[in-house]
């Protein structure tokens, strides 16, 4: 029988959350600085099943809620905000964004449909 070795076990738990600290604070500086445009830019740097838990949802919860923007509560945007450490206004101005990039959202149709009003 082998006796696993705490300071070894230890070690790596550390690496883990030092690599996943990273991760979150490239998505802050990516978003923050507009080089991310959508939730796929998000979900390239961390995938959604480590992502979702940290925001009390189900993976597919997030799937449907980044797929249509719209969906976020207010709550959802401030848990995002609190894990990335940045101000909630980044946060919506972000989702703000990718409803304006989403083509699913109704409410992105109707703004495009406008729009298209105005210039005939």
């Not at 990516?30 to 740097?45: L, M, R, S, T, W």
């Not at 009390?56 to 990335?84: C, H, I, N, S």
């Not at 449909?113 to 210039?119: A, G, L, P």
Request: glycine residues 4%; aromatic residues 8%; contains cysteine.
């Amino acid at each position: 029988m082998t006796v696993k070795n705490e300071p070894v076990g230890n070690a790596i738990t550390e690496a883990k959350k030092k690599q996943r600290a990273n991760r979150l604070n490239s998505i802050r500086h990516c978003i923050e600085n507009g080089v991310i445009k959508d939730f796929q830019g998000v979900f390239a740097i961390i995938r959604r099943t480590n992502l979702a838990p940290d925001l009390y949802m189900a993976p597919y919860t997030l799937r449907r809620k980044a797929e249509d923007p719209g969906q976020f509560t207010v709550y959802e945007l401030l848990r995002f905000a609190e894990l990335l450490n940045t101000p909630y206004n980044t946060m919506s101005a972000f989702v703000i964004q990718c409803l304006s990039n989403s083509r699913k959202s109704p409410q992105s149709n109707k703004l495009r449909d406008e729009k298209q009003d105005q210039t005939h």
